[in-house]
């Protein structure tokens, strides 16, 4: 980590809502993407058999959060690429009026990840094509519930950023608990061009806590573009066999500027050595303000956006968490607030 970082990051605030928690008699849950804009908070789920938008008003008094009132729900179901299309969202972001969500699909029945753009009543707009890489059976091949976690509008919103949670097969090895190559591809797509205009691969963390049953991950779970080449990027571990407590969460600032383009690199794993990867430094450990939350936990983390402008003039960063529905054990509806100090 630089000696001087650019930004550092300082907790502010932590909420939780129940379990369960019903909203227009629809359960609020699973929430894997999030995005903040003019008081208003929108939250996606990543349930292919229920996929929801849901949105809140949000509001800071001074550091602290001082409303989360729901507004309203939408479900996603009136058009024809809904049904054609596994619906595991995973990200979303304000795109004018509009909204641009990413999906998963589901590799396993050759359902194809996508990015694509609805509007505010839920009514699909567009699809963005993709290499053939990031497709099932392509000439790659993403690993399953390992694609488009990460999303993000660019900084004048002729495009957009993302990113892939885990390897592709053929670019490098998961995460384990000793270093791996663990190469995931941080790409843009240009609208203009309709077409991905530059890609830099960032390498994974290993995994730190020991596994106490056979499972261990770590993946990158969202993206936010803070300069011309800098980033957020939110890495999210989870050991089984600790119950409430197996989850790592870290935010992490990546540089690509010295970044090789790899957009026309089909597989990364014959050719890593000849590959400078993206500068990645440290920001913030979620494992130090573990006991300022409620229930002194951090839980699985997945949704980052920016909130509202702090008194100071910093920006406030909202973290949300999936709870996966409480289906593999007691999890939490998590929004941590940070604050984001430029040095």
């Known amino acids: 980590m630089p000696k001087n970082p650019s930004y550092e990051i300082q907790f502010l605030d932590e909420r939780t809502l129940p379990a369960g928690f019903n909203f227009q008699n629809e359960t609020f849950g699973g929430i894997s993407g999030i995005d903040f804009k003019n008081g208003e908070l929108i939250m996606i789920n990543d349930s292919p058999s229920n996929p929801l938008l849901f949105s809140a008003e949000f509001i800071l008094d001074d550091f602290k959060l001082d409303t989360l009132v729901f507004t309203s729900v939408t479900k996603l179901k009136t058009d024809a690429f809904y049904q054609e299309n596994a619906l595991d969202m995973e990200s979303i972001r304000f795109d004018g009026k509009d909204y641009l969500?990413?999906?998963?699909?589901?590799?396993?029945?050759?359902?194809?990840?996508?990015?694509?753009?609805?509007?505010?009543?839920?009514?699909?707009?567009?699809?963005?094509?993709?290499?053939?890489?990031?497709?099932?059976?392509?000439?790659?091949?993403?690993?399953?519930?390992?694609?488009?976690?990460?999303?993000?509008?660019?900084?004048?919103?002729?495009?957009?950023?993302?990113?892939?949670?885990?390897?592709?097969?053929?670019?490098?090895?998961?995460?384990?608990?000793?270093?791996?190559?663990?190469?995931?591809?941080?790409?843009?797509?240009?609208?203009?061009?309709?077409?991905?205009?530059?890609?830099?691969?960032?390498?994974?963390?290993?995994?730190?806590?020991?596994?106490?049953?056979?499972?261990?991950?770590?993946?990158?779970t969202e993206i936010l573009q803070l300069e011309k080449d800098k980033f957020l990027v939110l890495e999210r571990a989870y050991s089984a066999g600790h119950k409430s407590r197996g989850n790592r969460v870290k935010l992490f600032l990546v540089d690509v500027s010295k970044a090789t383009d790899i957009k026309d690199i089909v597989q990364l794993e014959d050719t890593s050595e000849n590959i400078s990867y993206a500068e990645k430094s440290l920001l913030f450990d979620f494992k130090k303000v573990k006991k300022k939350t409620t229930d002194r936990i951090v839980d699985n983390l997945e949704g980052l956006c920016f909130g509202p402008m702090l008194p100071n003039g910093n920006r406030s960063l909202i973290i949300a968490s999936d709870d996966n529905f409480n289906s593999f054990g007691p999890q939490l509806n998590q929004f941590i607030i940070l604050e984001l100090k430029s040095n």
Do not use: C
């Open 101 to 220: 969500i990413s999906t998963e699909g589901n590799i396993n029945k050759d359902l194809a990840p996508r990015i694509f753009k609805i509007n505010r009543k839920a009514e699909f707009l567009a699809s963005y094509p993709l290499p053939d890489y990031f497709l099932p059976k392509g000439n790659n091949q993403p690993r399953h519930n390992g694609v488009f976690e990460g999303l993000s509008m660019d900084l004048n919103s002729n495009g957009f950023w993302f990113a892939n949670e885990l390897p592709l097969e053929n670019d490098g090895k998961t995460p384990k608990l000793f270093n791996t190559n663990s190469p995931i591809r941080i790409s843009h797509y240009d609208r203009r061009q309709n077409q991905i205009t530059r890609q830099y691969a960032m390498d994974l963390d290993r995994i730190i806590k020991i596994p106490l049953l056979p499972f261990a991950i770590n993946g990158l």
